[in-house]
């Protein structure tokens, strides 16, 4: 039986795609060395993945075959992928005869040309943010905290993505960086995983516009959906589980965590910026704390000078600035001396399980911080420069007028302390609460919290 040949791209299309194999490849029934790869149906979905390919003859003569890019059902990419296999094996026979390779543009390479380039425009804090996710590219995190020796089987199954940074950006096809997402998805989790390939997917737009590649590999990706973003969940601590997370916060965690918390839901900070609070920020005097430009985590790009409410300053701040002996940070670790408390994600964990509520994080503490700070305040503004948003920046109906609203220092303070009482009261004395339709907790909170 013949070798089934294609002429157009219909007839790519109508190829059936194998059945007992892992893949077919077919070949252009007259434009030599132009082919596709068609693999099996996946498993997850059916859907069947077909690549263009380019096979010629290397300086060794041996048969070399490269990815080009997805095959979809636009009839321009098939055309261009005829002319990239016409480039690529034209430029294979010259550099055989000439004796020169083609310049290889690794992908470590494009990664610092790309934050060269966009050195103007990221933060510190984003670019450190970039080279921590790029990292599982170059040097895969190895486990450092018992915590994260429990999860120490993930390591093996990516390590070989540690030597991708020095790879030739050619021979990251799409691929590639599919098994790349589905290996870093199932060992560290989808939000690593797209993170890590959006990151990836930035890095080519340079190369692709100096035609150092022919197109980037996460076109076909991206309209898969692999990087879709998801809606945001909008959790919270309600008004009527306040009081259940409000005695399992000062009965059960250890009390760094507890003062973490307290931090988290009196300031509503990111993660980021509780877990490396130091003393020499600190103004024990105004009652307030320099959040730097450049601090990760805070993404309003620029400096924060923002009031601690009375009530946090005098159940945390106080006791732990008189017993900090020669600690830098404000909450340090209780196991680690000489380093933050930077997570508390193992807390919340066995804070649903005993409480029953389930889904609650860290952010979501941010929310609930936000939350209730405009249910008090009636200020979307004044709200946004409290959980340090660079409300200028927002495309918003209020964005000429933000930009001409300046808040005093004591006006900060005022708005800090009548959301701390807020809060309190929601966490304490819930039956005071005014205008918020509150429901008893299922079940008696002594009794749902005792050991």
Not at 197 to 203: G, P, Q, V
Not at 363 to 374: K, L, M, S
Request: charged share 25%; net charge positive; proline share 6%.
């Amino acid at each position: 039986m013949a070798a089934y040949k294609f002429k157009t791209l219909d007839d790519i299309l109508r190829y059936p795609s194998p059945k007992t194999t892992a893949f077919k490849e077919i070949w252009h029934a007259s434009q030599k060395g132009f082919g596709v790869r068609v693999m099996r149906p996946s498993k997850r979905d059916g859907s069947v993945r077909r690549t263009y390919l380019v096979r010629f003859s290397d300086e060794k003569g041996e048969d070399v075959k490269r990815n080009i890019y997805p095959v979809t059902t636009d009839r321009k990419d098939f055309e261009n992928a005829w002319d990239i296999v016409r480039q690529r094996r034209a430029e294979n026979e010259a550099s055989r005869q000439t004796g020169e390779k083609p310049k290889v543009v690794t992908l470590r390479q494009a990664f610092e040309n790309y934050l060269n380039l966009k050195k103007d425009t990221l933060s510190p804090a984003t670019v450190e943010d970039y080279r921590g996710k790029f990292r599982y590219l170059s040097d895969v995190p190895m486990p450092t905290t018992p915590e994260q020796a429990k999860r120490a089987k993930w390591a093996d199954s990516i390590a070989y993505l540690r030597k991708t940074a020095e790879r030739n950006l050619s021979e990251l096809d799409a691929d590639f960086w599919e098994g790349a997402y589905a290996d870093l998805r199932d060992a560290c989790g989808k939000p690593t995983a797209v993170a890590v390939c959006r990151l990836a997917r930035a890095i080519y737009s340079g190369p692709v516009n100096k035609r150092q590649v022919d197109r980037s590999p996460f076109i076909g990706l991206t309209e898969m959906g692999l990087f879709k973003v998801a809606r945001k969940k909008p959790r919270f601590i309600h008004a009527r589980n306040m009081p259940i997370f409000w005695q399992w916060m000062h009965t059960h965690p250890h009390i760094s965590v507890r003062d973490f918390m307290l931090v988290q839901l009196f300031t509503g900070f990111r993660l980021s910026v509780v877990g490396q609070l130091r003393w020499s920020q600190v103004d024990m005097e105004n009652r307030a704390y320099l959040v730097p430009m450049e601090e990760r985590g805070n993404k309003s790009k620029r400096e924060v000078y923002f009031p601690i409410p009375d009530y946090l300053f005098e159940q945390v701040f106080v006791p732990r600035h008189q017993a900090r002996g020669t600690n830098t940070y404000v909450i340090p670790s209780p196991k680690f001396p000489g380093k933050p408390l930077h997570s508390v994600r193992g807390s919340f964990e066995a804070m649903q399980v005993k409480t029953g509520l389930t889904g609650i994080q860290s952010h979501d503490v941010r929310a609930t911080f936000g939350t209730i700070a405009h249910a008090t305040l009636k200020d979307v503004v004044l709200v946004g420069r409290l959980l340090t948003h660079n409300v200028e920046t927002r495309v918003a109906d209020a964005l000429v007028t933000s930009g001409y609203i300046r808040t005093d220092e004591t006006d900060f303070h005022q708005a800090m302390n009548l959301v701390a009482g807020a809060i309190l009261t929601f966490a304490t004395k819930p039956e005071k609460v005014k205008g918020i339709e509150l429901v008893e907790p299922p079940t008696d909170v002594s009794a749902l919290l005792a050991d």
